[in-house]
């Protein structure tokens, strides 16, 4: 215990010796760390949303005027029996109208609606809602859709989550290359910095040597001081996060529920709450930061300390 403690003294002595260099590594790694977390709920957050609107935005399928409700259900069994379909909606006129009602006229839609009281403007806007079992199959399913005569159009968002996907690509890219940079700093800051307080030391630690010390014993104080370095600048990061992600989500929350836009759309564009991201955020940036701090630490010291 006594060897433990005082290399865990020894430890935060050289970061106060050494208080220039301790400061930049410890701002670099939390901007790499900020860096890194940021762009893990951007990421994190695109694909939620694709997958949400991949799985909530259905195809929607309307029919010619013409149509009967007799050859609408023979098309609903053609494309269940097609495969790879996990739900069909129906929805009716009346239930078209009463949504776009509700989306687009929100709580005046009574009013404002009064004039279509005796005519319903979406007397031919039935329709059927059909969902995937595996959204890589939406292209083939619409140009099976769109071969039956009775179908008048088709509506899906393949182009809504094609553009997500390549913004998570872009981001990916971009994130991937500035977090590489700054990972490249650190590990510069931090090895400068341990073998600055290696030199101050280099006098002390040959005497230790001749009195009997063990290397993990002179080692370890730079070890701990590079792991300190790397605790304080995740932590640091950490707590930012926190609040701006808690006040993100709430922004979003509150511009989504006031919105006049579709419900479906009310659905998808919401952020994943901040209990189910930042557990897995926090230890992936505890894990680069403190390893990165330990690492750098442990492989500068047996270079520039031979003992």
């Not at 996907?165 to 971009?174: E, H, P």
Request: aromatic share 12%; with cysteine; proline share 2%.
């Amino acid at each position: 215990m006594s060897t433990v403690l005082y290399c865990l003294r020894q430890g935060v002595s050289n970061l106060r010796r050494n208080l220039l260099f301790t400061a930049a590594s410890v701002a670099t790694i939390s901007a790499c760390i900020f860096l890194f977390c940021l762009f893990f709920s951007i990421v994190t957050n695109v694909q939620h949303i694709a997958y949400q609107a991949e799985t909530t935005i259905g195809i929607t399928v309307f029919f010619n005027e013409s149509a009967s409700m007799e050859e609408k259900e023979a098309f609903r069994k053609a494309v269940e029996e097609h495969g790879g379909v996990k739900e069909i909606v129906y929805k009716s006129a009346d239930e078209a109208w009463e949504n776009f009602k509700n989306d687009y006229f929100g709580e005046h839609a009574e009013e404002l609606a009064e004039a279509f009281a005796d005519d319903n403007p979406l007397a031919q806007s039935d329709s059927y809602e059909i969902f995937l079992e595996n959204i890589e199959d939406q292209e083939a399913e619409v140009r099976f859709i769109r071969g039956f005569d009775v179908v008048r159009e088709v509506n899906y968002a393949n182009s809504v989550v094609s553009a997500l996907r390549s913004l998570n690509r872009v981001i990916y890219v971009v994130s991937a290359a500035i977090i590489m940079i700054l990972f490249a700093i650190s590990v510069f800051l931090i090895s400068n910095t341990i073998s600055l307080a290696a030199h101050f030391r280099k006098r002390e630690n040959e005497i230790m040597k001749l009195i009997g010390a063990t290397n993990f014993m002179i080692r370890a104080p730079f070890v701990v001081e590079g792991t300190v370095i790397g605790l304080i600048g995740t932590l640091i990061p950490l707590i930012l996060i926190r609040v701006i992600y808690s006040r993100a989500e709430l922004y979003v929350a509150e511009r989504v529920s006031s919105s006049g836009s579709l419900s479906a759309l009310r659905e998808v564009a919401q952020l994943i709450p901040f209990g189910e991201i930042y557990p897995a955020m926090a230890l992936a940036g505890l894990i680069l930061g403190v390893g990165m701090g330990f690492v750098v630490s442990f492989f500068t010291i047996r270079k520039h300390l031979k003992v």
